[in-house]
C-alpha cells in the first residue's frame, strides 16, 4: 500500500426524528442521517444507492411526490473542510488513503492512480469544478445515449438550467488561464467563443462549481430542492446487495381475456421496446437493498408496491453491486460462489477512461491558484486541451551535507497543460476483488489497445507543444545560461522530436493519466436499456456514468446532473 501511496502522491504533484449530523449546516441537514440510527427495516417508494453527482438531484426530483431514501457511502462534504474550498483540491485527494476520506483511492490494473467519490455529492464534490454541457451528438441515436427511446431536449435544457441557478458561476480569469486562452488561439483552436456553456468547436471559458469566494457547490446543493418530509440521507450506509424476488412466469399478464394475437403483439412490442434480446419478460424484480451501517448493523429497505430501485453508484460501484447481488456472467458469478439471479453478461465490460497527458513546469513568475477555466477544443474533436496551475510542495532531503535536521517542503507554483483523449474506443472490464462492498474492484480501461486513441493522442500532445510554446507562454519561461529562454519542467519533457510519430507515441503510454472521467461497465443497450432499466429485471434501473459508452462533451458532470433531474 505504500507504494501505491507514493504513486499517488506523485501522480497529484505531477499535476428519518432523529438527530441530524453533527456539522451540516446546509439545506439538506435536517433529513440527513448517519445510518446506525435508522431503523433495521423500512419501506419507501425510491432507494436511491449513492447520493452522489447524478443521485443527489435524482433524489431531490423523486421526493417532490414520492417517498425516498438515498444511501451514501461516504459522509457529508461538511465533515471534510478541504472538500469546500478550491484550494483543498489536492489536499482532498491527497489524503484519500484514510478510511473514510471522501476521495477512495485506487490504481487501475493498467498502473494509472486514479480516485472515486465517497461523499455526499459525489465526484462532483472533489473534482476540478469545469461545468460543460454535453457534445450534441451524445443525443443523437448514435451517440451514448442513443438507446435511450427519445431524449426530450426541451426537458434536456430545462434540466441543465434547473441546475445552473444553483451552482454553477463564470469564472474570471487571471494571468495563467488568459496565458492558456490566447495560447490555444495562437495554436489555431479557433475561433474563440468567449464564456459559453455549450459545446462548441475552439477555445472558451467554461462555467465553473467554484463561487468567487473559491467556496465549492456541488450535487449536494441540489439536495436543497428536496421535499424534506420524502427524503432521507442516510450516511455511512454501504449497500451490500440488491434484494431481488424471482418472477413466476407469466407474472406479466396483465389480463387473462387477452387473445394469443394480443398478447404475441405485445410480447414483441415489450421485447423490442426494452431490448432483451429475445428473453419476453422479466426474470426477477428489485425488492429492496440490504446495507451495513458504519456499527457493522445490518438494515433492510423494502421497496413499496410500484416501488424501484435506482442505482447511481458511479461507474465502480453500479457494476459491482449488480455482480454482488447475482446479477452478471452466469459462469463468472458461480466461480465467486454467488447465486445467479440474472444472467447478463455484459455488467462489468466496456470501461472507458479518457486518457490524459500532461506538461508541468515551475514559472518564471508567480501566476494564480486555479483549476480548469478554458478549454480548447479542436474541430476533429481529437483531444481537448486544458490547463490548470496549484501551489505545490517539494520536500528535500531529510539530511544533506548542509542541513542536519529535516526541512520544510518548498512550495512553488506549478503550471500543468493537459490533453485528454476525447470518446476513447479502447476499453476494459472490472472485475470483484472480494465479496465485501467497501473494497475498490479491479477495473482494467487498456489505455491505447486501440491505435486510434494513440493517433488522438499523439495530435493532442502535439498541440499541447505548439500551445507551450506560442508568444503567450514566453514570460513563463526560465532564461537558461545561454541567455535562451526555455521552461523549467516537473516531471516528463516533451518528446525531442515531435514529428517522430513513434517517439510521441512513446511519450503517450510513458505518461498515461486519467482526469478521472471513467465511465462503462452497465452500457446503455447491452446492461440496461432505454429508459436505464436492467434488462431482464423489473423495478430496477441505473442512472449514472455507467451506463456511458462515450464520457459526454469535455467533462461529465453538468450531463451527470441534468440527467438525474
Known sequence: MGSKRSISVAFLLLFFVI????????????????????????AYDYIVVGGGTAGCPLAATLSESHRVLVL????????FPSVGRQDGFLRTLLEEEAPDSPAQFFVSQDGVPNSRGRVVGGSSAINAGFYSHAHATFFDRCGAGGTVTAWDM???????NWVERALVFRPVLRSWQEAVRDGLLEAEVTPY???TLEHVAGTKIGGSTFDSNGRRHSAADLLGFANPANIQVAIRATV???LLSPIPRGAFLLSPALSSLTLTFWLMLYSYTVGLRGRSQNQVRAVGVEYRDRKGHRHRAMTRVGGEVILSAGALGSPQLLLLSGVGLRQYLSAWGIPVALNLPDVGQHMYDNPRNGISFVPSVRIEQSLTQVVGIPRDDAAFIEAASNVMPFLSPSRTAFLSHPSFPLFMNVATVMAKVAGPLSSGSL???SLDARDNPLVRFNYFARVEDLARCVNGVRRLRDVLYGRSMARLRMRSARRRRDFRFVGPTLPRNMSNNVEVARFCRRTVATLWHYHGGCVSGKVVDGEFRVMGAAALRVVDGSIFNVSPGTNPQATLMMMGR
Not at 72 to 79: D, I, K, L, S, V
Not at 154 to 160: C, F, K, P, R, W
Open 193 to 195: 467563443n468567449g464564456f
Open 19 to 42: 438527530p441530524p449530523v453533527e456539522g451540516t449546516t446546509t439545506s439538506y441537514a435536517d433529513f440527513t442521517f448517519d445510518a446506525s440510527v435508522l431503523p433495521l427495516e423500512a
Open 431 to 433: 472485475r470483484l476483488a
Open 240 to 242: 451490500e446487495r440488491i
Open 154 to 160: 426541451a426537458l434536456v435544457n430545462e434540466s441543465y
Open 72 to 79: 451514501e457511502r461516504g459522509g457529508a462534504p461538511e465533515e
